[in-house]
């Protein structure tokens, strides 16, 4: 059995955005740490508004974001470069 590792987070400022934020950063760590090849988000209730931001910390950590919008919605995918 492969060991699970724990990931801590900051607490997310109280406003409408923090908390997809927080949420794209997680699939960053996910991903950057090796932990998950692609992670995908979906049904945030405002991925535009947090998107910039998402972008930015993903660039900052080296891996690949896309925003993908779709008939159902619109999705966060993280994953790697290349």
């Known amino acids: 059995m ?3 590792a724990l990931l801590s987070f900051p607490d997310a400022p109280s406003d409408v955005v923090a908390p997809h ?3 794209i950063d997680a699939a ?3 991903v950057a740490r090796g932990l998950a090849t692609r992670v ?4 945030l ?6 998107a910039a931001v ?8 080296g891996v ?3 925003l993908d919008r779709g ?10 470069l290349g």
């Open 21 to 23: 934020v927080a949420d």
């Open 64 to 66: 690949r974001f896309r």
């Open 71 to 80: 008939p159902d919605g619109i999705a966060i995918t993280v994953g790697p």
């Open 54 to 61: 998402g972008l930015a910390h993903a660039q900052e950590a």
């Open 2 to 4: 492969d060991p699970t």
């Open 45 to 50: 209730d405002r991925p535009e508004a947090a």
């Open 28 to 30: 960053i760590a996910l």
């Open 40 to 43: 995908r988000l979906v049904a």
